[in-house]
């Protein structure tokens, strides 16, 4: 892993290098229940480890808690370079539907959950998740930051980030505490964080796009396909060397249970795309 290509947090001492890795597909189908192999999860969380991944994206809702007793498993305890981010404000219902959980008691007690599970004293990043599917876009969220704001000051909290958020939340929510992050949907064809991009580069926090290959449903481009064919790459990993390409402050998290997918991703922080390859890209998410 080319270990130049690092990003400090603001306001922290906290340098990731900017290919993590994202534990979501490490939980059954569904994000719900566990995987059919556990032993091939743990397997994924420790050869990104071993190749030089110090960011790992998770939360206590993906299973619920069973991706986070896995990274416990595969992982604890944690080697001191590595950050573990994670995220509260949704839960898991039965039937595996997703639900908000913002108010008070719901955040703490994700918070002590996310704490057992991982084996720790402290989270080093705490992303509270708002917007939808899990509620509606917009609306004030100082309510439930301020929640996690407290957990910070007590000391159970290092540092604090926003997931599936606009502008306007993300400069409400500094004012109650930094934000060193935001994990919002956004990739190649899905362009519409843009601008909060740039405002974000600018104050130096840290922009994390989910599902940057396309989710659940991978990215389909008769362009993507072109390119990769040409320089003897994969449609995704021109995808993420676009991503990084993008802009410095993004940092990726791509998922997957599969040791040989994990080394392909990786191989993408080494691809320069030039700039014909780059502006053909760019019109895909303006189509």
Known sequence: MNKAQAFTLPGTSISLNRMGYGAMQLSGPHVFGPPKDRHAAVAVLREA????????????????????????????????????VTKVGALRGPDGSWYAALGKQELIDAVHSNL???????????????????????????????????????????????????????????????????QNLYNVALRNDDALIENLAKRGIAYVPYFPLGGFTPLQSSTLNTIAASIGRTPMQVALAWLLQRSPNILLIPGTSSVQHLRENLKAEELKLNSEMIAELDLIGAK
């Open 49 to 84: 480890v071993d190749s030089g991944v110090n960011h790992i994206d998770t939360s206590d809702f993906y299973g619920p808690y069973v991706t986070n007793q896995i990274i416990k498993q595969a992982l604890h305890s944690y080697p001191d370079h590595l950050t573990i």
């Open 116 to 182: 057992l599970n991982l084996g720790v004293e402290t989270l080093d990043v705490v992303n509270l998740r708002v917007g939808p599917p899990v509620t509606e876009e917009g609306g004030s969220i100082a309510e439930p930051f301020s929640v996690l704001a407290d957990l910070k000051r007590q000391g159970l909290i290092r540092h604090l980030g926003l997931s599936t958020v606009n502008q306007t939340q993300v400069d409400e929510c500094e004012k109650i505490s930094p934000v060193v992050c935001v």
